[in-house]
């Protein structure tokens, strides 16, 4: 148990059963000397993402993002309650140490920067009409579908890279689906639901009750009972 700070101790009550990539994880946890510079430029790029969405005025655009990185947070949340609850490990671990900060077990800045951007980016693609097909798909569930499944094959490449690892047989590459129905496709669908409100206020709405929601279990889970 040496190198894990005393947070992750508190998380930790039967050492003999967590594996060793929760355990790695568990050490750099919320160590902020892990800190690099690279992080910077990458929070610059995303400021300047959004920046350049409100000088168009594009709120719908910025607040599917901002649920999309939300839907993120509360996988991310029940996936570090996993670890907590199981003693074993979560869903998914991201154990790399070449991270400049991980914000919890399965989640590192990095990976949060993205979304903000891949939610907001994913957009873009949207035909006008929202009531359009494609192979008598909706188009917005087919987008949907057609971005889960990308991302799952990202995942399966990072997993192979160790820098994404899964303990569990029904969550890997032999079970695909699932990472699809759960671990992205509602990220998408949430998102551009969002992006389809006729009003902004409903939408403002919208996304402030899903972070909310994350902000109220960080604070419980997190801060009060120091489960994640």
């Not at 993002?65 to 670890?83: K, P, R």
């Not at 690892?165 to 969550?171: K, P």
């Not at 949430?190 to 929601?213: E, P, Q, S």
Request: proline letters at 4%; hydrophobic letters at 55%.
């Amino acid at each position: 148990m040496a190198g894990l700070s005393s947070h992750a101790l508190s998380i930790v009550k039967d050492p003999a059963s967590i594996t060793d990539y929760s355990l790695q994880a568990l050490s750099i946890l919320r160590d902020p000397s892990q800190f690099k510079w690279y992080v910077i430029p990458l929070l610059l790029f995303v400021l300047f993402v959004y920046a350049k969405e409100m000088s168009h005025r594009n709120w719908s655009a910025i607040l599917a993002g901002l649920a999309f990185c939300g839907m993120d947070w509360f996988n991310e949340i029940w996936n570090a309650l996993v670890l907590y609850f199981t003693q074993y490990a979560p869903v998914w671990c991201a154990p790399g140490g070449d991270t400049s900060y991980l914000i919890l077990v399965g989640l590192n800045i990095e990976i949060m920067l993205m979304f903000l951007v891949m939610g907001l980016m994913s957009t873009f693609f949207l035909p006008q009409y929202k009531w359009g097909t494609f192979l008598g798909i909706n188009n917005r569930i087919m987008i949907a579908c057609v971005m889960s499944a990308l991302c799952v094959v990202v995942e399966v490449i990072l997993n192979l890279a160790g820098v994404l690892t899964w303990e569990y047989t029904w969550w890997s590459a032999r079970f695909p689906w699932l990472i699809w129905l759960i671990g992205y496709l509602p990220f998408w669908l949430v998102a551009f639901w969002v992006y389809d409100m006729k009003i902004v206020k409903n939408k403002v709405i919208t996304v402030g009750v899903i972070l909310t929601f994350d902000i109220a279990c960080l604070v419980i889970f997190g801060g009060v009972l120091g489960w994640i």
